[in-house]
């Protein structure tokens, strides 16, 4: 009998340079809400309490920002951007 187990991304984005591929990889695809949860995977594996404490938003809000189908307003995603050190750039 197989036993499976949950992947949990988070668990490997340790370094600033897998995170950035990761991201990058998901922004290429162009699916918002996969990148919304990207994000997320990002905070936890950076660790929700240090982004909650940097940002100054609740670790609750910061849950709920990152739920499946949630709209976070732009300034939060880019609080949250800001704490991680993650930086977008337009490219022409």
Sequence with gaps: ???????D???YLDSKEMIAEYLTQVLRDGDMDEFMDAIGYVAKAKG???IANDTGLGRESLYKTFK???KPKFDTVLKVLN????????VA
């Design 1 to 7: 009998m197989n036993k499976t187990t949950n992947f």
């Design 68 to 70: 499946k189908g949630a």
């Design 83 to 90: 704490a991680l050190d993650i930086k977008l750039q337009a």
């Design 48 to 50: 929700i309490s240090n």
């Design 9 to 11: 991304i988070s668990q």
